[in-house]
T-cell receptor, first 116, second 117 residues
Framework: SAVISQKPSRDICQRGTSLTIQCQVD?????MFWYRQQPGQSLTLIAT?????????ESGFVIDKFPISRPNLTFSTLTVSNMSPEDSSIYLC?????????????FGPGTRLTVL | AQKVTQAQTEISVVEKEDVTLDCVYE???????LFWYKQPPSGELVFLIR??????QNEISGRYSWNFQKSTSSFNFTITASQVVDSAVYFC??????????????FGSGTQLTVLP
């Protein structure tokens, strides 16, 4: 398994500001992902965080709004830029440890963001 | 394109009843993976099971069991003798082999299970 921590666990932010969320894993992992869960909704993949290169974004998500870094195999950050109330969500980091097969994905505890 | 449908938005049962959560998926891939996750009120996602498309054996783990039927593209989850602690949102998810190195999950909309004492 993998132990994943996220900081902050929750935050309340003002419109127009930016927040950077950190994801730390207790061991090296091959894949790291960022998901968004809007209130009462399911999870939607934002992007795959690639180590040493630019993140791969899903349709509807862009780098200017959600810049992502992954400097090594245990750490990634997601920034929510120029926030609006519509960005109020839980943001979850997930990791996969498998190298050659589809392993289970482990999820962090999430960051609960409220934008006023 | 892949899709996961959980038609049951909310289910309420009384403790000790059995309950089945439905999951229907769509994919063009012959190799894919199905998952179930539990999200209790605290918010974290708890992994329950992964099943690949070549393994149609049903699985039982304690009070939990899963019925995978490729013929109907379903991967249903049954909780036997439900308990109040089972109250949570349960998500079914799909990952396609053709997604390459990015093994992202497509989630269903979730089923809110409430177990009443």
């Amino acid at each position: 398994s993998a132990v994943i921590s996220q900081k902050p666990s929750r935050d309340i932010c003002q419109r127009g500001t930016s927040l950077t969320i950190q994801c730390q894993v207790d061991s090296q992992v091959t894949m790291m992902f960022w998901y968004r869960q809007q209130p009462g909704q399911s999870l939607t993949l934002i992007a795959t965080a690639n180590q040493g290169s630019e993140a791969t974004y899903e349709s509807g998500f862009v780098i200017d709004k959600f810049p992502i870094s992954r400097p090594n195999l245990t750490f990634s950050t997601l920034t929510v830029s120029n926030m609006s109330p519509e960005d109020s969500s839980i943001y979850l980091c997930s990791v996969e440890k498998g190298l050659v097969s589809w392993d289970e994905q482990f999820f962090g505890p999430g960051t609960r963001l409220t934008v006023l | 394109a892949q899709k996961v449908t959980q038609a049951q938005t909310e289910i309420s049962v009384v403790e000790k009843e059995d309950v089945t959560l439905d999951c229907v998926y769509e994919t063009r891939d012959t190799t894919y993976y199905l998952f179930w996750y539990k999200q209790p009120p605290s918010g974290e996602l708890v992994f329950l099971i992964r099943r690949n498309s070549f393994d149609e054996q049903n699985e039982i783990s304690g009070r939990y069991s899963w019925n995978f039927q490729k013929s109907t593209s379903s991967f249903n989850f049954t909780i036997t003798a439900s308990q109040v602690v089972d109250s949570a949102v349960y998500f079914c998810a799909l990952s396609e082999a053709s997604s390459g190195s990015a093994r992202q999950l497509t989630f269903g909309s979730g089923t809110q299970l409430t177990v009443l004492p």
